[in-house]
C-alpha cells in the first residue's frame, strides 16, 4: 500500500523548481498558475512563468494592457518573467543548438516540405516543449546560480495535459538510439525528479472535472514518473449560511406569498436564490469530498471569485490558499 | 436548425457541449425526427442514462418508454453514441489497408502503437469519419455532434487535409521512396533541399527514428488514395446545405473570450453557423434582472424586518429569526451579483451573435448537474423557450 502523502507533510509549493499546473479548459488553470508565480516572486523568487499553446493569457492577468510576450519573454513584474513557449520558435533554439550553422536551421525551417512533415507528425510539439522548459531549467546566471528559482508551466488542457508529459517516456522506448532519444532521456529524468518536479492538478468540484482528476491522478501513478501530492479545488462556492441555518432556504421557501413585503424580491424568489447557492455549495462539497476520497490526495481549496480574475488583488487572493500547507483531507 | 442532416455543437472543453448536443437530440426526438447523438467523451452519469456507459462505439436507442416519460410519443427517436478514438482509427485502417499484411504491418508498428490515438488530429479525424459513415445510413434524420474538446476547436475540420499534405509531403515520399523519388525529381532543386533537410533531420534525430517512421509511412501510404476520398466528402459534408453548427459558451468573461475568438475563426473557414448558446447563465428567478437596490444595499432596515418577522411567524419560537434575515438578505445579494456578473459577461457575445444574424439562446445554470434525461430535458426547454430571448432583450 503506497503511503499518500497527509496534510501534515505537505512541501511548501514554492519548495519547487518546477511546477506544472494541469488542468481541463475552464477550471482557472491559468489563473492558478499566474497566481502561483506571483506568490513566488512576491516571495523573493526569481519566477518565470510559461504557457504553451497558440494564445496568449497570462499578460493579460498579471500585467494588464502590457504587448505580448511571446518566445523571448519578458519580465512583467519585479522578478516575475512570463513567456508563451512556441513549439517552431523552440524547434528554430532546437535545431540552432544542434547544427550550430544558422543557415542550415534557415533552410530547414523554410523548406515547405518540412513544416508539411512537421504539421501532422505527432508529439515532437510536445517534446520540444519540454525540451525549453528542461533548457530555462538548465540555465545559469554569472554566478552559476539557477537562473530561475522557480518555473510555472500552464500545461495544456487535460487529456493533452496527460500525453504531453508522456511524450518523452514514448520516445524513449520508441527510439532505440540517437540523439533524440538522449535528450527525449533527460527531459524524463527531470520529469521524474520529484525534488524538483511537482504536477499540480486543478479540478473544479462538479462531475466530469473530478472524474478527469481521478483519472489523471490514476494514470500519474500507473504510468508517469512525476510527483503529485495535492489536488487544487478551484472556484468553491462559499458556505453560503452561518451555522445552525442550513436548511435556511427550506424555511424561506415556507413564506407565504401574500402580503409580500416592501423593497424586496417575492418570497419566492428570496427562497429560490438562496437555494440556488445552497445546492451549489453541497454540489461542490460532495465532488470535493469525492476527489479526496478517489485520489487519497490532499485538497487545497481555492474560493469562487464571482467576477473573475480582474488584477493581481485578484490573484493575491488564490496566492495565499494555494501556498497553505495544512489543508484539511476533505475541506 | 434541427431539420438539417448534421448538427455539430462547438466550443472550448468545460461549456457543457454534451448536454447541449443531449438537449437537442432530444428536442429533435420531440419534434418527431430520428435523432442520433453522438458525443466524444461524455460523464458518466450522462453516459449511463444516455445508456451508453460501455464502449460500443456503436448507436443506442433509448428505450421508447423512457422517451414516452418525457412526453415523447410520437414517430421521433432518439439514439446515442460514445465514439472509441482509438477504435475508430483502427477501424479507418481495416478499410483502408491494402491487405492484410499491410494491416498488420501497422497494428504492429511501434509509432502506430505509441502514437495512433496521437497522431496529429485523429481524435477529430475520426469523429468527423463517423459522422460521415452514420450520415450515409438511413435510419437517422438527424445527427447531433459533440465535437472533441481541442484547444483550436477547428482541428476537426482541417485534420483531415493536414493528414493528407503529410502523406503527400516531398519528405514523406523521400523516406518512402529514395531512389524513385531521386530518379523523378531529382534534378529539381526543392528536392535536393528536401534532402538536404531529411540529412540534417537525421543528424538531429538519429537514424533508428527515421527508419521507424519510414516504415510507418509505407505501411500508411497505401492508405492515402481511400483517405483523399473520405476527407474531401466529410468536408463537403460539414461545410455544406445539410450541416448547422452551434457554438457553445461558458458565461465567464474568459468563456466569451474563447467564443468570440472561435466565432471570427469558424466563419474565416466558411462553416456555416446557426447559433450562439450560452450555457450554465446564472439568471434571476421567475426572469428579468435583479433589482438595482438589492445590489446597492439600500433599504437594509426595513427589508430585515420585513424578513425577520415572516420568518418568525413561520418557523415559530426558538429560530433565530434575526440572524436568518441576515443571512437570507446577504444571500439575495450574493446571487444578485453573480447574476449580474454573468449578464455583463455575455453582453458583447450576444451583441456579436446578433450582428452576425445567428440565432441565440441562454441556458440558466441549473441546480444540480445535469446527469439524467430529466436534466437533459429540462435544458432542452430552455433552448425552446423564447421567453428566454424576450427576457434577456
Redesign the interface.
Known amino acids: 500500500m503506497p503511503q499518500f502523502p497527509t496534510a501534515a507533510t505537505l512541501r511548501p509549493l514554492l519548495g519547487h523548481r518546477l511546477v506544472i499546473v494541469s488542468g481541463?479548459?475552464?477550471?482557472g488553470k491559468t489563473s492558478v498558475a499566474a497566481a502561483l508565480a506571483l506568490a513566488g516572486a512576491s516571495a523573493g523568487k526569481r519566477v518565470l512563468v510559461a504557457e504553451v499553446?497558440?494564445?496568449e493569457?497570462l499578460p493579460r492577468v498579471l500585467a494588464p494592457g502590457s504587448p505580448p510576450v511571446g518566445y523571448a519573454g519578458r519580465e512583467l513584474r519585479p522578478r516575475l518573467s512570463a513567456m508563451r513557449i512556441d513549439p517552431y520558435a523552440a524547434l528554430g533554439e532546437?535545431?540552432g543548438l544542434?547544427?550550430r550553422v544558422r543557415s542550415?536551421v534557415e533552410?530547414?525551417l523554410r523548406?515547405?516540405?518540412?513544416r508539411?512533415?512537421m504539421?501532422?507528425?505527432?508529439?515532437w510539439r510536445e517534446l520540444i516543449t519540454l525540451g525549453k522548459v528542461w533548457h530555462l531549467e538548465q540555465m545559469r546566471d554569472a554566478q552559476g546560480a539557477p537562473r530561475f528559482d522557480l518555473l510555472v508551466v500552464d500545461a495544456?488542457?487535460t487529456?493533452?495535459g496527460i500525453?504531453f508529459l508522456d511524450v518523452p517516456r514514448?520516445v524513449v522506448?520508441?527510439?532505440?538510439?540517437?540523439?533524440?532519444?538522449r535528450n527525449a532521456e533527460l527531459v524524463e529524468e527531470m520529469i521524474a525528479d520529484q525534488n524538483r518536479t511537482l504536477l499540480l492538478p486543478v479540478a473544479?468540484a462538479?462531475?466530469?472535472?473530478a472524474?478527469e482528476t481521478v483519472e489523471l491522478v490514476a494514470k500519474v501513478r500507473g504510468e508517469l514518473r512525476i510527483a503529485l501530492d495535492r489536488i487544487v479545488v478551484n472556484a468553491l462556492t462559499a458556505r453560503?449560511?452561518?451555522p445552525?441555518?442550513e436548511e435556511?432556504?427550506a424555511?424561506?421557501a415556507?413564506?407565504p406569498p401574500e402580503p409580500g413585503?416592501?423593497?424586496?424580491?417575492?418570497?419566492?424568489?428570496?427562497a429560490?436564490?438562496?437555494?440556488?447557492?445552497r445546492?451549489?455549495y453541497e454540489?461542490n462539497r460532495v465532488y470535493v469530498a469525492e476527489i479526496a476520497r478517489a485520489t487519497g490526495l490532499p485538497v487545497v481549496p481555492l474560493p469562487f471569485l464571482?467576477?473573475?480574475i480582474r488584477g493581481l488583488e485578484d490573484l493575491r487572493r488564490l496566492g495565499e490558499p494555494l501556498l497553505a500547507t495544512h489543508v484539511a483531507e476533505a475541506a | 436548425m434541427l431539420h438539417k442532416r448534421i448538427v455539430a455543437c462547438v466550443g472550448?472543453?468545460?461549456?457543457g457541449k454534451t448536454t447541449l448536443a443531449a438537449a437537442l437530440g432530444l428536442e429533435a426526438a420531440r419534434r418527431g425526427r430520428r435523432a442520433l447523438v453522438l458525443t466524444i467523451?461524455p460523464?458518466?452519469?450522462l453516459a449511463d442514462a444516455l445508456g451508453i456507459g460501455a464502449l460500443g462505439n456503436q448507436p443506442e436507442a433509448i428505450p421508447a418508454d423512457t422517451l414516452a416519460a418525457l412526453g415523447i410519443t410520437g414517430r421521433g427517436t432518439l439514439h446515442a453514441m460514445m465514439l472509441d478514438i482509438k477504435r475508430s482509427f483502427d477501424d479507418l485502417v481495416e478499410r483502408f489497408a491494402e491487405s492484410p499484411e499491410t494491416r498488420e504491418l501497422i497494428f504492429k508498428n511501434?509509432?502506430y502503437q505509441?502514437?495512433s490515438d496521437?497522431?496529429?488530429?485523429s481524435a477529430e479525424y475520426s469523429a468527423m469519419e463517423k459522422v460521415f459513415e452514420l450520415s450515409e445510413r438511413p435510419e437517422y434524420d438527424v445527427i447531433v455532434v459533440d465535437t472533441p474538446?481541442s484547444?483550436?476547436a477547428l482541428d476537426f475540420l482541417e485534420a483531415p487535409q493536414?493528414?493528407l499534405?503529410?502523406?503527400?509531403?516531398?519528405?514523406?515520399q523521400l523516406l518512402l521512396h529514395p531512389a524513385f523519388a531521386a530518379g523523378r525529381f531529382g534534378f529539381r532543386l526543392?528536392q535536393r533541399?528536401?534532402q538536404?533537410?531529411l540529412q540534417?533531420?537525421e543528424?538531429?534525430?538519429?537514424?533508428?527514428?527515421l527508419e521507424?517512421l519510414s516504415e510507418f509511412l509505407l505501411a500508411f501510404e497505401g492508405m492515402s488514395e481511400g483517405f483523399r476520398e473520405r476527407a474531401r466528402r466529410v468536408r463537403a459534408l460539414l461545410l455544406g446545405e445539410e450541416s448547422a453548427f452551434v457554438l457553445a459558451a461558458?458565461p465567464?468573461?474568459?468563456?466569451v473570450g474563447h467564443a468570440a475568438?472561435l466565432l471570427t475563426r469558424l466563419e474565416a473557414a466558411g462553416v456555416p453557423l446557426a447559433g450562439v448558446i450560452v450555457n450554465r447563465v446564472?439568471t434571476?428567478?421567475?426572469g428579468g434582472e435583479?433589482?438595482a437596490?438589492?445590489a446597492e444595499g439600500?433599504?437594509e432596515p426595513?427589508?430585515l424586518r420585513?424578513?425577520e418577522q415572516?420568518?418568525a411567524t413561520?418557523?415559530g419560537v426558538g429560530?433565530?429569526a434575526p440572524?436568518?434575515a441576515r443571512?437570507?438578505l446577504a444571500?439575495?445579494r450574493?446571487?444578485?451579483?453573480?447574476v449580474r456578473?454573468d449578464t455583463e459577461?455575455i453582453a458583447p457575445l450576444r451583441a456579436n451573435a446578433q450582428a452576425r444574424g445567428l440565432f441565440w439562446r441562454r441556458v440558466p445554470?441549473q441546480?444540480?448537474?445535469v446527469?439524467d434525461l430529466e436534466g437533459v430535458s429540462r435544458v432542452a426547454a430552455a433552448l425552446v423557450d423564447p421567453a428566454e430571448e424576450i427576457r434577456s432583450g
Do not use: M
Request: charged share 20%; aromatic share 6%; glycine share 8%.
Open positions: 481541463k479548459g475552464g477550471t499553446g497558440r494564445d493569457h532546437y535545431l544542434q547544427l542550415a533552410l530547414v523548406n515547405r516540405a518540412f508539411q512533415l504539421d501532422a507528425s505527432p508529439g495544456p488542457a487529456g493533452h500525453s514514448v522506448s520508441a527510439v532505440r538510439s540517437g540523439p533524440l532519444r473544479l462538479e462531475e466530469l472535472p472524474r453560503p449560511f452561518p445552525g441555518l435556511l432556504d424555511q424561506l415556507r413564506i413585503w416592501p423593497n424586496l424580491p417575492l418570497p419566492r424568489v428570496v429560490a436564490c438562496a437555494a440556488h447557492l445546492s451549489r454540489l464571482p467576477s473573475g | 472550448s472543453g468545460g461549456v467523451d460523464a458518466r452519469r511501434r509509432i505509441h502514437v496521437a497522431l496529429a488530429g474538446p484547444q483550436h493536414r493528414l499534405d503529410f502523406l503527400d509531403s516531398r519528405l514523406v526543392f533541399s528536401a538536404r533537410v540534417l533531420l543528424r538531429v534525430s538519429g537514424f533508428a527514428f521507424e461558458g465567464s468573461v474568459e468563456g475568438l446564472r434571476w428567478p421567475g435583479p433589482p437596490r438589492i439600500a433599504e426595513a427589508a420585513a424578513l415572516a420568518l413561520c418557523c429560530y433565530p440572524e436568518a443571512a437570507a444571500a439575495l450574493t446571487y444578485a451579483s453573480l456578473s459577461a445554470e441546480s444540480r448537474d446527469h
